[in-house]
Nanobody
Framework: QVQLVESGGDLVQAGGSLRLSCVIF????????ISWYRQTPGKQRELVAA???????NYADFVKDRFAISRDNAKNTAFLQMNSLKPEDTAVYYCNIQDPWTRDLWGQGTQVTVSS
C-alpha cells in the first residue's frame, strides 16, 4: 500500500523559512509528478508547486521566488523549501502523486503556521 508521509511543518514568524519533506513508501511503480498542495479551513485545496521526474518545476504565482520544490528520485522523497513566509501561507500542506491508474494519492498533511 502506498503511503505518503509529510513532515517539517511548524510555527514560524513572518519572514522565516521552513523545509517540508514528503517520503513515499511502498509505491511499487515509477513516481512521475510530485506536487505540493495546501488547504485552509473553508477553502479548496490549492496547488503550490509541482515537479516532474526529470526535474521540471511549476509554481503557483503566489509562491514564485519564495518557495522551491525539489526531489530525490532514489529516495522517493520530495521537498518544499519555503522562504520569506507570510501569514497567508498558513495552511496544512499536502504531498500528492498519482498512481498508474491516475488516482490521486495524498499524505496526512503537515501544519504550517506563520505568525505576524
Amino acid at each position: 500500500q502506498v503511503q505518503l508521509v509529510e513532515s517539517g511543518g511548524d510555527l514560524v514568524q513572518a519572514g522565516g523559512s521552513l523545509r517540508l519533506s514528503c517520503v513515499i513508501f511502498g509505491s511499487g511503480f515509477t513516481i512521475n509528478d510530485i506536487s505540493w498542495y495546501r488547504q485552509t479551513p473553508g477553502k479548496q485545496r490549492e496547488l503550490v508547486a509541482a515537479i516532474t521526474r526529470g526535474g521540471r518545476v511549476n509554481y503557483a504565482d503566489f509562491v514564485k521566488d519564495r518557495f522551491a520544490i525539489s526531489r530525490d528520485n532514489a529516495k522517493n522523497t520530495a521537498f518544499l523549501q519555503m522562504n520569506s513566509l507570510k501569514p497567508e501561507d498558513t495552511a496544512v500542506y499536502y504531498c500528492n502523486i498519482q498512481d498508474p491508474w491516475t488516482r490521486d494519492l495524498w499524505g496526512q498533511g503537515t501544519q504550517v503556521t506563520v505568525s505576524s
